[in-house]
Every structure is written in structure tokens, then in C-alpha cells.
């Protein structure tokens, strides 16, 4: 962890140098050799660091200013009729428990909240709910600042008991600060910005701690523009940076093949399935799948013919690229299927083939077992992702010594390549083909091996197969989406399985700081689009209500 957040401009050095060159070609008064500077106790120990290293460079020094009224320079989190040159210290968070529906709300409804006056939140999401506003005692947000007058429909906690309350409480509302973020709260946008997942303007978020460095009057000469010069680069460089997210996207089971693949022919396009979501996908700086069938033209698809033997054409493949999948997972128990004719190994091997072709990373599978425990490592802002894939369903397409096939979903290989795949990069990804079809519970073996994943050194978890939405729980720190539904598929023969979700995954470096689920709906044509609120909203009521039943 830096001492101080790293520069945010460096346009600070070459005019400070043309300063200091300029006072010393004049003949004015000599510069003093030591700058005095006081800062507010947190910003103390920064403050004199970066000063120090803005001025050695030039011969001068920085000492710390026993009152601000001795100082030259001075740090202050309070506003000054000095002026200044302000600078983000702390950025915070509106957030509710998983479960709230509640998108966001601007910084009026937070006044209103703050202040005791919203104590429903029927205005913002049309449920009958009562709201609470809870805030931590240490570090306190400065309420006074953004909404000068009455918080008293605010209450005060540790900070480690809110992330609890926010999920015993579905109507509680907290402000946190940013770097106390995590997967077991839901971050709400505030007026239209949401900073952990890095949507809207982030430049004008207002939920924001601020300070500034403030130079002293010495009147118009070569130390006043002097001390002007280091306090703007003093702010530059104490600055927070706004944080940088990478987003991962990830959908439920993609099955381009027998009703799909009749519907795509008949269009004459194989991306058509993808067409209404897949560029927002691609919009994702992860988009990560589960391809359960095989994009072969080995063998002959059937058409929209009742069969488990789900191969869809090689160029099946087009719609995937459109929509931007870096990663998939070919650990599903269609990945060998031949269609209506014999071909062994091969529609497995080609898609394999036509899946890199398209500069997609398959994973869980492979030309022996070796090689499908294997992880697919995508780097991200400089931090890698791993990702594994392993299959539970169908030990006959399971690979092993010389034999090509899928990762067997067993404890030890999923302990021992999580635990391998750490040392290659900073999160690990596990995408298990797993579970009972048609439920929106799984199965206790699911869970044991989601914590033995996670007590490997898992980061999040994405499970699928069931052809439902299921469960979701946070195991020590990791977030597990126990299925997500189909994405593409033809099973229009009951509304559960024409939905499904894609999860989105906030990560701020390797640090996961978020999750929410996008309803989707498979439609008529077997499209998936963005499911309405009403849909929406009973998507998700199954899944929280399915994960309030875990045990």
C-alpha cells in the first residue's frame, strides 16, 4: 500500500523548475531554504512526504509548521476563505444488502434520508419497505458538508457491523466509504453515478471527502508564486485517484444448437441470438461463458428436433465473437456431441479450434486431463485473472492420462488447481458445470465443494447446468452464483428456463467490490434481451429467496 495515492498529473515538475530557475536569474529576494508546512493529523504524514520530495530536488527543504498560522503551505480537510487547491481524499458509497431492488438515488432523496424525512422506499422502487440509513462511527461520513442541517434519521455503528445489518435488514441503507466496499453489500448509483462499477460521470460524483493545500500570502513575488506552484502540485499529487474498474460479465448456458440453430438458419445469420445483448456484453472488460454443446461441422446438426445431442456449425461461433467472450467454458456434458452422425473426438477437438480461432480462451477441456485442468489467464489493468472449468455431469466425456475430454469436477484437482492457478495470477475464477436441473436450490455437495474452492484461494464462483437461476451465498469473502439460467437456448416449454441473469463482477485492481445480477428473457426467436422490471423483479426475488433458504 502506497504512503499516499500515486500522482494523478505529472505536469507539476517543469513549471516548478522554470520557478525556481526564474527566481534565481532575478535579483529579488533569496527563496528560503525550508518550506513550513502544517496538515490535518491523516494528512500529515503524506503531506510532508510528497512536499519533501517535490522541493529536494531543488535544495529546499520542508519542515512541519507547529500552528497553521506559521506555516507557508497548509493541508486542511475544512474549507477555507483562502482558497486553495482542492483534492479528493476519501470517495463513498451509498449501498444496501444484495437483495434491495433499489438501482439509486440522487443526493436530494440522501438528504431526505439522512435527515429522517424518506423513511420508505416506495418512491425510489415502488416496494413497501421501511428505510433506516446507518453510518459508521469511525471514519464518519461529513454529513454536515453535503447536507447542512438535521441527520437525524441517521444512525451510527462499527463499521464491521454494517455489511451484517445491510443483509439481516433488506430496507437498510448505509454510507460507507469506498475501500470498505465488498461483495456482501450492493452499491447504489447517486445521481446517476456509480462509482464502484464505474458508471456515469465519474468525474462528477458527489459523494466525495475533500481537502485542500492552501499557500500562504506573501504578497506578488517569486515566493508567493513559489508556494503557488508547490501547493497545486501538492493537490495533485495527494490526490485519490478515482478507481479504475474491471468489469466481468458472465452468463448462464449458451446451447446454440437444435431450435437455436433452425432459428439462426432460417435467418441466415449466426450471431442472430446474440444481437440484442451481445454488444453490451462486449461493452465488458471480461465476458466470460459457459458453451454447452459443441460448434462442430464434424457431424450434421439436427434441427428443432426433440435430442440431447446438441452440436451446433462451426460458424455457431460468430455470435460468441460478437458478443466479445474472452473466456468459456467447455466443462459442460454437450461438449462431445456429434449430431446426428459418429464422429468420436473430433467435434470436441474442432471446438477447441474454432472457439481460440475466434480469440476466445476455452477452459475445462482439453487433450488429457493435464491439459483441461489447465487455467486460461487473462491479464486486466495489470492484474491476471485465472479461470478453471470442471464438469460434474457427465463422467463419460471426462478426460484423463492420454485421453482427451473435460475437468472432472473432484475436490483434490479443484483444491489443487486453485490453489496452483494462485500462484499465476491475483483472482481465480472456477466455473463448475454442476448441480440438479430444474431447481433453484443446490445441492449441499455443491456447497461443500463452493467452500472448498474458496478455502483453496477461489475469488468468485459461477456455476450452471441447472437451466434455472439458483441460489447465490458469499463464502468468506468469495461470491458464488450457484447457476445463472440459460442465456441461449430453445427450452420454451416453461417460463423458468426462458430466464436466466448475467452476472456483472466489479473488481478495483484484484479486489472484488461488487456484484449484481441483469435479468434476462429468452425470446420467441430465442434471443435473450433485458427482461422487464416486473419480470426483472421476480428473476431476482427466486434467487434471494432461494439463498435465504441455504443453510
Sequence with gaps: MRPYPRLAAAGWLAPLAALLLAACAQGGPPLPSTVRLAADPPLAEGALAAAGELL??????????????????????????????PFVTRYWVAATGLSNPAEGLTM????????????????????????????????????????????????????????????????????????????????????????????????????????????????????????????RALAERLALSSPEPIILRATGDIIPARCVYAKQQEYGDFRHAFLELGPWLAQADLTVGSLDASLSDAGAPFGCVETFSLLAPAASVEGLALAGFDVVTVATNHVKDCGQSACGDQAFFDTLAN??????????????????????????????????????????????????????????????????????????????????????????????????????????????????????????????????????FDQDWSVPTMQGVVLEAAFHGPHLKGVRYHPIRVGADFQPAFAGAEEAREILERIWTASAALE
Design 108 to 231: 436530494a432523496e440522501l438528504a431526505d434520508a439522512v435527515a429522517g424525512r424518506l423513511t420508505d422506499w416506495s418512491p425510489l422502487t415502488g416496494e413497501a419497505l421501511p428505510l433506516r440509513v446507518l453510518v459508521p462511527i469511525e471514519p464518519a461520513p461529513p454529513l454536515d458538508r453535503w447536507w447542512p442541517g438535521s441527520a437525524a434519521g441517521a444512525q451510527a455503528a462499527p463499521l464491521a457491523d454494517i455489511p451484517g445489518a445491510l443483509e439481516a435488514d433488506p430496507g437498510a441503507l448505509a454510507l460507507l466509504p469506498l475501500d470498505a466496499v465488498d461483495a456482501r453489500v450492493r452499491s447504489l448509483a447517486v445521481d446517476g453515478v456509480d462509482i464502484v462499477f464505474g458508471t456515469g460521470e465519474v468525474a462528477a460524483y458527489p459523494m466525495v471527502e475533500r481537502a485542500w493545500a492552501v499557500p500562504r500570502e506573501v504578497g506578488d513575488g517569486e515566493f508567493a508564486r513559489l508556494l503557488e506552484e508547490v501547493a
Design 355 to 488: 472457439l481460440r480461432a475466434a480469440g476466445i480462451s476455452p477452459v475445462g477441456g482439453g487433450a488429457d486431463l493435464a491439459e483441461a485442468r489447465r487455467p486460461a489467464v487473462v491479464t486486466v489493468q495489470d492484474v491476471r485473472f485465472a479461470f478453471l472449468g470442471y464438469d460434474e455431469i457427465a463422467p463419460y466425456y471426462h478426460a484423463g492420462p492420454g485421453v482427451p475430454g473435460t475437468a472432472p469436477l473432484d475436490e483434490v484437482y479443484l483444491r489443487e488447481d486453485v490453489a496452483a492457478a494462485q500462484q499465476q495470477a491475483d483472482v481465480v475464477v472456477v466455473l463448475p458445470q454442476w448441480g440438479v436441473e430444474y431447481t433453484a436450490d443446490p445441492t449441499f455437495g455443491q456447497q461443500a465443494l463452493a467452500a472448498a474452492a474458496v478455502a483453496a484461494g477461489a475469488d468468485l464462483i459461477v456455476g450452471n447446468h441447472p437451466h434455472w437461476v439458483q441460489a447465490a451465498e458469499l463464502i468468506d469473502g468469495a461470491f458464488v452464483a450457484y447457476a445463472l439460467g440459460n442465456f441461449v
Design 56 to 85: 529536494a530536488a531543488r535544495g529546499l527543504a520542508v519542515e512541519a509548521a507547529g500552528e497553521p498560522s506559521e506555516a507557508d503551505l497548509v493541508v486542511t480537510a475544512a474549507p477555507t476563505d483562502a482558497g486553495g487547491f
